[in-house]
């Protein structure tokens, strides 16, 4: 090459035409990340409904769904994503409904249905009532409603997902007390097709003397736990494999499944908080793959879990929605109680969070006990210095927790009455966010967390609980439900609804 030859540089523009096929093959997070790096990106993509539609995807830590687009195009997707966007980030709910239950019944929520039990000496019946969805253009209006008469029921669980309703019932037999579960399908009350037997029955090491106080259950694929809350105190949970009846014990204070193969419980040992990362793939032998140190001053705490209600997977959203929570976005949260009341008046309630994908990986070169100075590089921890009888929740759902603060609760430093409403709380982990600063409450903020919280809060008008006290709160992506103190022989149910449902088939032909 001549010594002379100068070296140049040729810089060439791509139309727009040609950017506009490359972006449209991103990914929602990509788009997002294109659109930081390069002004042009960004400005060709708030002008094209396609593009816009899926950056404020990233934004809110959705994904698009199943629903095909001759059906609902990018700009009807656009104005619902942003409508229901704008109405949790300011809590702004655009419809009430409320549900008047005669007591006694047992009154609760599961799989996008808010269940109720009445029982009729040798029978029950169970009472299902959809919750309504903007994402699925399915008003109140729209909702279904089931009715099943049944032999007697003390529980019950819907999944959505595998179509499968659960009902239990309690007996002792022999001195022990037992469990019958029915598995049956969710529409015809049938047994449910992939179910090896629609009833299962099983004794529990458990004298019928001791006082069960409450009993729970969690649906996973394939598993299915049963937990028992006995007086004192204690813990027993089943671990079923609900296709063949597989089935174990664990005697952890707490359970819950990170997906089909892997379960978490909780227990202290040695004077340690532990989280044990089970692998539950044969559940005749399950075996412990990790466990992790919880913060020295969790060991003599009540230490739970707090479910996240989104879909753990792509394969697990529902056909029907425009879009839903995206899965790898999904918080993973724990709750720390005192275990005891002190004199002081000082009652703080701690809740850990971190990204659920942190465990997705338990194959990876960590030791097998994981020590809390490790792990917890990736953690925030929020204190509420609020007594734990004023909170209700907290409710997580994808990247949002949801909690109550009751009215009339006691300052956490003081025991005079507050005058306050009762009120309602989010923390919102979105993604993408980008706050000046953390919010206060948080005590503990480790180097390594890459969730940044936005909290916000309203005030919940008298009229929507009729100046009662929320005693219980559940959400989905799409509502918040307050279950309310009975009063007068009858339990309300307030539904909160997020969002605003297309109108008519609201669906524009034009495609942008």
Known sequence: MSPHRR???????ISNDVLLSILEYLDPPTLWRACKAFRRIYSLAMDYQSLRYKYELAVSGMKDGLVPYST????????????????????????????QISSPAQV?????????????????????SELPSCRKNRPPALTRHLKFTTSVVDRVVVDL???????????????????????????SFAKHPRARALTYEFSSPISANTTIVRMNFLVCGSKLAVSLELSGGRFKHLILNWLNFDARWLDDQDIHFLDETYLFGVSTRSGSAIVSLYNVSKVASISV???????????????????????RSDISQSSDALFYAAPETRVFAISSTPAAISHSGYYPIN??????????FPSRKDGFRVPWRQWGRYCLIKEIDVPPSAICGPCVVGTKVFYVENALAHSSRSHTPSSRSTRLRVIDFSPFAEPDQFPRGWTFVGPRASLFPIESRRSIPS??????????LDATEDNVILFLESRQGLQSVNVLTFGTPI???GISRTRH
């Not at 070296?7 to 523009?13: C, D, E, K, M």
């Open 161 to 187: 997902v595998e179509v499968l309703i659960v009902t239990a019932q309690i007996f002792s037999h022999q001195g022990q007390i037992g469990v019958q579960l029915h598995f049956r399908d969710l529409w």
């Open 503 to 505: 109108q008519g088939n």
């Open 463 to 472: 009229s929507s609980v009729d100046g009662l006290s929320v005693k219980d």
């Open 289 to 311: 793959v990790r466990e992790f140190e919880l913060p020295d001053t969790w060991s003599n705490t009540i230490v739970k879990f707090l479910p996240n209600l989104s879909p």
């Open 108 to 128: 609760g929520s599961s799989g996008g249905f808010v269940h109720q039990i009445h029982s009729h000496g040798p029978f029950s019946t169970v009472e299902l």
């Open 72 to 99: 609902a195009p990018p700009i009807s997707r656009l104005q619902l994503l942003l409508s229901y966007r704008k109405s949790w980030l300011e809590l702004a709910w655009t419809h009430e409904h409320r549900l």
């Open 7 to 13: 070296a140049s540089i040729l810089r060439f523009r």
């Open 351 to 360: 809740w850990l969070f971190l990204k659920e994908s942190y465990f997705r």
